[in-house]
């Protein structure tokens, strides 16, 4: 089943801050980040786990609430090179990280 | 080399064309996949490859048929497509197979874009 992403859409001035949310409806063992810029394959961000392990990317910074089924990204002081679609994939326990299901995208436009 | 490769990044077919999509990756990941994505929508899995065997196929038509020669290479054979079929097809791969993986961290190539006419 399809996460629900939001917003949909985010503006931001360089230097400001943006949450991107998460969450599904059935048990999560493992949620991804990807932000994927037009034109350009996904790339990807974070990988949260159930159990608390993290693994990614230096800059930014993500939570994984298990019992709510949520993962917020987080993204401070943003750069213009942080614009683009952000997609977070969930996955059920049976398959582990290998059958993502994305979420509608969040497209993030960040401004001088 | 941190790459996945995908040939071609264009292409144009008719409804009666046989094309293929080719993908390599030199990481030593043994899983693999195919993703299809429209404008301005997530990629939708269609196949999964571990161990070059085939582990997930998402109720894709048989129109589209994947391959994976060796634990390098994957292909989708195309045959007989629709314009609907128009769409970027990505691949990608991650370490280990199906059974396991726990971070299952995807590398992507950056697509074939396929129009169908």
């Known amino acids: 089943q399809q996460p629900v992403q939001s917003p949909q859409a985010v503006i931001l001035r360089e230097g400001e801050d943006a949450v991107i949310n998460c969450s599904s409806s059935?048990?999560?063992?493992?949620v991804h980040w990807y932000r994927q810029k037009h034109g350009e394959a996904p790339v990807f961000l974070m990988i949260?786990?159930?159990?608390?392990e993290q693994k990614g990317h230096e800059k930014i910074s993500a939570s994984f609430n298990e019992k709510k089924q949520q993962s917020s990204l987080y993204l401070t002081a943003s750069q213009l090179s942080y614009s683009g679609t952000y997609f977070c994939?969930?996955?059920?326990?049976?398959?582990?990280?290998?059958?993502?299901?994305f979420g509608e995208g969040t497209q993030l436009t960040v401004n001088p | 080399d941190t790459e996945v490769t995908q040939t071609p990044k264009h292409l144009v077919m008719g409804m009666t064309n046989k094309k293929s999509l080719k993908c390599e990756q030199h990481?030593?990941?043994?899983?693999m996949y195919w993703y299809k994505q429209k404008a301005k929508k997530p990629p939708e899995l269609m196949f999964v490859y571990s161990y070059e065997k085939l582990s997930i196929n998402e109720s894709v038509p048989s129109r589209f048929s994947p391959e994976c020669p060796n634990s390098s290479l994957l292909n989708l054979h195309l045959h007989a497509l629709q314009p609907e079929d128009s769409a970027l097809y990505l691949c990608?791969?991650?370490?280990?197979?199906?059974?396991?993986?726990?971070?299952?961290?995807?590398?992507f190539g950056e697509g074939s874009r396929l129009t169908v006419l």
């Open positions: 990481m030593g990941h043994r899983a």
């Open positions: 059935k048990a999560l063992y493992s």
């Open positions: 949260l786990l159930k159990g608390g």
């Open positions: 994939g969930t996955g059920g326990k049976e398959t582990s990280g290998s059958r993502l299901t």
């Open positions: 990608a791969s991650s370490q280990g197979g199906l059974a396991g993986v726990g971070t299952g961290e995807l590398f």
